[in-house]
């Protein structure tokens, strides 16, 4: 028996709020954290010389002149360099009397010859009409190359006599330095008789022109190893002819050449006078790329592709005397070179910057890294620029993180893109240390920053599957050969949740035995879906109940793609659509029926991607415990969702949560009850989708739909009601997938519980080159065999109907073998009727429905028995649910779950007034296990089993310690306790915080994680979190002042953490400099890569008015000192 210890005697006394939230110097201490004052003041002479003299000192060998005159003809030799350096890089191919719009942002809207000539020779091949071209370079021969597709041999120089593909024609172009250049071409009609103009040897020029930068990182990097001054000779020498042709290359992106006001391409003249510096609007040229013209996705990714690739190694070897030799010998003196590459490639760089980035001068937290840009700024001496890029670094730490470490993409996958260029940089000790180098002393937030994200995987090390996550057909698991021995150890790792960001996963069972279930209750609002308390289940490691995923609609396969993968023998047809944004598998992917969660009045949640969002709360996380901890046999994961339906439908539900309960067996097998409750509505409709067969299931009642729009609306979909156009348009799609959930089926049900099987394998969709099943697994094992059961349970007797229906999985197929002998490239394939739709409808004849969908989930292998041999509902009304679960071992569990602590009196002696609790009989009607949280009692014939005096510690903040007051190396709180609190029972749990808003607007609770508690002498709690969590929602910068609304302000780093939901209003934002505060009414919706800058202060508010300049730091915050805390309590009785 355990039963967990938390109160002890004596109570605390309430003493007035005092100390660092009211101290005289907090805002000066504020003042001092402001993002990238440390670096704003770098001097442009001594910017990395340091470091640069840290490297110089590592090489024991010569620095003199002789020695510098010996590296000339070190490989790469000066002269070939000189020879091979492209001045040109595109186009690589165009159609001729085809224009394409250039004002086109996103590639893929370009549609028949306008895409043919605009991705001609990149992804278009006008040899053989392929769509997924690739060139192949020849490992022995660097101006040779074969292209992927139809294996047409490319050359630069050195072409056989029987080529056909000689030039044989002229192009001229107008570069950035003014010059008309002549740029040989081959003429070439393709088969449908457009007629080309190849440009075959700018493929290999760009080639060399994309190397030459990746050399001179790799120079920089080994001469921060080594100092050899090789590589900072060698970095002249490629900045020299880098500098040259940057100067000159014409905006660009893939084929197309940026156009002037008359017509041709853009002039120096034009170039230097356009709108600078872009910040909100685009000016009149738009988005452009420069240094990659060739890049996949959209026009002006400019960053993300690593424009100002060349600023660091630059910055930094300028230093080294080789550097300077070089510059003497070519120009007579060793500064020379340093303002040729400042005047020709820093400025333009920047130039380039102000005018052409898609992302605007606006933090864009995704792309993370400023650095390259700050220092091109610093040589430059632009201030605007350093102003922009130096609060870069530290703004994606803090306002693109949640307080619990994850970071604010929607889905893993897209997190784990500042994995590629942001934690691994600024974790580097030759990384951003070399700028800023007390950073990770300074913001030990970081760590967790840089890892929370790699702990959202499953048993086998497949990560979760939420939002805009890639799936893949599955070709193996991430633990694999040598790492396959760590399954052992991912199976001991405990549940967790992350209440900041809005995502959790239980794990409950034994070894081969594990059960997980996420549910995702997500604050990011981009790259996100319809997901708001949506969930998936695993087994083993594999998916069974999941969401549809990303579903790329760009990469859909189309044509010949199609035909070609539908030889290949997978289980499923694959479909073919068109590759927009209205296609239905991104549609249905994105939708409530493919994030299993719920509908009302057959609307949707929102999707995010504007202001249709709502927000969420942790309601109650017991889990965590270790494996080898008994207590984990009962685990409670539930969060609510708060106006989620809002923007819909206002003012239709009042009540949106959903409740895991995990739960183990005493043969360490495991089930899931899961509760979703809504309020309000005429009807509630619940999906799950299972990429697995249905093996078992109601009888089917009646005739088959071909779709839900002919079962349920007699084939004309509801009339939409709702005069916001935007809304409009986010309804209008969700609508089409009623029309892509196939085969609907009606199934008997009468009233009593009902049962789904569903059997999956990892590895049904692996076919080898020849069509052939190809299972990675040893003869009789089961790896990669699952099956989820799942028992509905019925609750009352409003009208419920069961449906059965399919709709497509569209994962992505990633160098698929074909039968042709080549792979596929990233293909999205919409697999026909992959996803089983299980559904469960409630209606009633008025507003106001109430729904509890009561759902026994349990985890086995398709050739085992069930754990679970019934359940039977004991109790159920408006907010509390009993039931009864009979284990095939003829153990019986009672599970509890209600929304407030009332009294449950049970047949049988068993009472209660926890939320959550569960009571194990053995098949005698003894009880050998108990578990209560959020109770203070749970009896057996009115004798205790479990008691506590409270169902949660309960607080007052009286003082806060972090980065709100001044310090980010602090993450602590002094709590006035209401009751006596156990300090040494605390670490690990959780601080629940109702984050009060003013102007009439709810609380909002949110959650820190205790990593110790200690009692004071004057009677209150110091708190300690873990992470050092951040108290700060974000720091913000004016641009500009609305003139017409005082009240209104605008900022380039944008407010998206919490964006398109009602987060933000009546939360308070201070001005430490000025020592103003203010409280939010309103912030702008943002729609990724814009929007999130207005901010909207109460009426009557004057910044202006008040001494706020334009270029002021602002914070938003909505912890503060009087707020009131809890800590939700559970006991347990693991054995008896």
Same mark, same amino acid.
């Given at each position: ?120 020779? +990149? ?170 013209? +060739? ?143 007390? +950073? ?112 790329? %609609? ?23 659509? =068109? ?91 495991? %089930? ?138 569209? =994962? ?13 490239? %990233? ?95 053995? =098949? ?169 800058? +207005? ?7 004057? =910044? ?33």
């Amino acid at each position: 028996m355990k039963i967990t210890v938390w109160l002890i005697t004596g109570l605390s006394i309430a003493l007035p709020l005092f100390g660092q939230w009211n101290a005289a110097d907090k805002n000066e201490k504020l003042v001092l954290q402001t993002p990238g004052l440390k670096l704003v003041l770098m001097n442009r002479d001594t910017l990395l010389k340091a470091a640069a003299d840290e490297a110089m000192g590592k090489w024991k060998g010569e620095l003199s002149d002789q020695s510098f005159a010996k590296l000339k003809n070190a490989a790469p030799a000066d002269d070939e360099v000189g020879k091979r350096f492209p001045r040109s890089i595109s186009p690589y191919a165009r159609i001729k009397g085809v224009n394409p719009n250039q004002k086109v942002y996103v590639a893929a809207s370009y549609k028949g010859n306008d895409w043919k000539s605009v991705r001609g020779l +990149f992804s278009y091949c006008p040899f053989c009409g392929a769509e997924n071209y690739s060139t192949r370079f020849d490992a022995k021969n660097p101006d040779k190359a074969v292209t992927g597709c139809c294996k047409t041999e490319l050359y630069r120089t050195g072409y056989p006599a029987d080529y056909r593909l000689k030039p044989n024609g002229y192009a001229s172009f107008r570069y950035l330095d003014d010059s008309i250049r002549k740029i040989p071409c081959t003429v070439y009609k393709d088969k449908d008789g457009n007629e080309w103009e190849l440009f075959i040897h700018h493929i290999f020029d760009n080639a060399y022109w994309v190397k030459a930068a990746t050399d001179l990182v790799g120079y920089m990097n080994r001469y921060k190893e080594t100092g050899n001054p090789l590589y900072p000779y060698k970095a002249a020498l490629i900045l020299d002819h880098a500098a040259d042709t940057y100067y000159a290359l014409p905006l660009a992106f893939s084929n197309l050449i940026a156009k002037g006001k008359d017509g041709r391409e853009l002039s120096r003249a034009e170039w230097e006078s356009v709108r600078r510096p872009v910040v909100f609007q685009h000016n009149e040229l738009g988005p452009w790329n420069r240094r990659r013209p +060739f890049s996949a996705g959209d026009k002006g990714w400019i960053n993300m592709h690593k424009e100002a690739i060349w600023c660091e190694p630059f910055a930094l070897m300028r230093h080294h005397p080789a550097f300077k030799y070089y510059s003497r010998m070519k120009y007579g003196s060793e500064d020379a070179l340093e303002k040729k590459v400042i005047r020709k490639l820093m400025r333009e760089i920047i130039l380039t910057y102000k005018a052409c980035f898609s992302q605007r001068l606006m933090t864009n937290y995704q792309e993370a890294n400023y650095k390259d840009l700050l220092i091109a700024g610093i040589l430059a001496q632009d201030h605007f620029i350093v102003d922009f890029a130096a609060a870069n670094q530290e703004l994606t730490l803090y306002n693109h993180h949640y307080q619990d470490g994850l970071n604010g993409e929607g889905a893993q996958n897209y997190m784990a893109m500042l994995n590629s260029y942001y934690y691994p940089y600024m974790n580097d000790p030759r990384g951003y240390s070399l700028l800023n180098p007390d +950073f990770r002393k300074d913001n030990p937030f970081f760590a967790r920053a840089m890892a929370a994200w790699k702990q959202l995987f499953t048993t086998r090390g497949v990560f979760l599957e939420f939002g805009d996550q890639h799936q893949f057909v599955q070709y193996d698991f991430p633990l694999k050969g040598k790492y396959e021995h760590l399954k052992a150890k991912y199976e001991e790792t405990p549940s967790m949740n992350f209440p900041g960001y809005g995502v959790g996963i239980l794990r409950v069972g034994g070894k081969d035995q594990r059960l997980e279930a996420s549910l995702h209750y997500s604050r990011a609002t981009l790259h996100n879906a319809s997901d708001m308390l949506g969930m998936s289940v695993w087994f083993d490691g594999v998916p069974v109940i999941r969401t549809g995923g990303y579903c790329s %609609y760009w990469r859909i396969a189309t044509g010949k793609e199609v035909d070609l993968l539908n030889q290949m023998n997978f289980p499923r047809k694959v479909l073919k659509s =068109p590759r927009t944004g209205d296609s239905f598998p991104w549609l249905i992917s994105h939708s409530p029926v493919e994030q299993n969660t719920v509908t009302v009045n057959d609307l949707p949640s929102g999707q995010g991607w504007g202001n249709n969002r709502g927000s969420s709360e942790l309601v109650t996380f017991k889990g965590g415990e270790k494996y080898s901890d008994p207590e984990k046999s009962f685990q409670v994961l539930e969060a609510r969702a708060l106006g989620e339906f809002e923007k819909y439908q206002p003012g239709t539900v009042k009540e949106f949560r959903r409740a895991l309960l995990g739960v183990e067996t005493p043969d360490q097998r495991a %089930y899931l009850v899961d509760i979703l409750t809504i309020h309000g509505g005429r009807n509630h409709t619940q999906y799950y989708s299972s990429w697995g067969e249905r093996t078992a299931g109601p009888e089917q009642k009646g005739k088959t739909w071909p779709s839900l729009t002919q079962a349920w609306f007699n084939g004309t979909k509801p009339e939409i009601r709702q005069s916001n156009s935007s809304i409009r348009w986010w309804i209008s799609r969700f609508q089409q997938c009623f029309d892509h959930v196939r085969e609907v089926r009606e199934l008997a049900f009468s009233g009593q519980p009902w049962t789904v099987q569903w059997n999956a394998d990892y590895y049904a969709y692996r076919r080898d080159a020849d069509g052939k099943w190809d299972p990675l697994r040893p003869a009789g094992s089961r790896k990669g065999k699952a099956a989820v059961r799942m028992t509905g349970v019925p609750l009352d007797e409003t009208p419920t109907t069961l449906w059965h229906g399919l709709a497509p999985w569209s =994962p992505a197929l990633n160098r698929q073998p074909l039968r042709n002998g080549r792979f596929s490239s %990233y293909l999205t394939a919409p697999f026909e009727n992959a996803m089983d739709i299980s559904i469960q409808r409630r209606t009633s004849g008025k507003p106001g429905l109430e729904s509890r969908f009561v759902n026994v989930f349990e985890g086995l292998y398709p050739d085992s028995k069930p754990v679970v041999a019934g359940v039977k509902k004991v109790l159920a009304n408006r907010d509390q649910t009993v039931l009864e679960i009979r284990l095939a071992d003829q153990h019986r569990d009672l599970v509890v779950c209600q929304q407030k602590n009332r009294p449950i009196e049970l047949d049988g002696g068993i009472s209660t007034d926890a939320l959550y609790a569960l009571v194990r009989k053995a =098949p005698d009607g003894k009880i050998v296990k108990a578990h209560m949280v959020r109770g203070t009692y749970l009896k057996e014939n009115s004798k205790d089993l479990l008691k506590q005096p409270v169902p949660q510690l309960t607080g007052t903040i009286a003082d806060i310690f972090g980065d709100i007051t001044g310090d980010r190396t602090r993450s602590e709180m002094e709590i006035i306790p209401d009751q006596a609190w156990n300090p040494k029972a605390l670490p690990g749990q959780v601080l629940h915080i109702a984050t009060t808003r003013e102007d009439g607007h709810r609380p909002i609770t949110e959650c820190y994680t205790i990593d110790s508690a200690q009692r004071l002498k004057n009677g209150r709690i110091r708190l300690k979190f873990t992470y050092t969590a951040p108290f700060i929602a974000g720091w913000h910068q004016v641009i500009e002042f609305d003139p017409k609304s005082p009240n209104v302000l605008r900022t380039n780093r944008p407010m998206t953490k919490y964006a398109n939901q009602p987060w933000y209003e009546g939360a308070k934002v201070l001005f430490p400099a000025r020592g103003k505060t203010y409280v939010i009414k309103a912030t702008e919706d943002s729609r990724g890569g814009s929007g999130g800058t +207005f901010l909207t202060l109460r009426p009557g508010s004057d =910044p202006a008015r008040d001494g706020i300049k334009s270029g002021d730091w602002y914070i938003i915050y909505s912890i503060e000192a009087g707020q009131k805390v809890s800590i939700p309590l559970s006991a347990s009785l693991v054995s008896r």
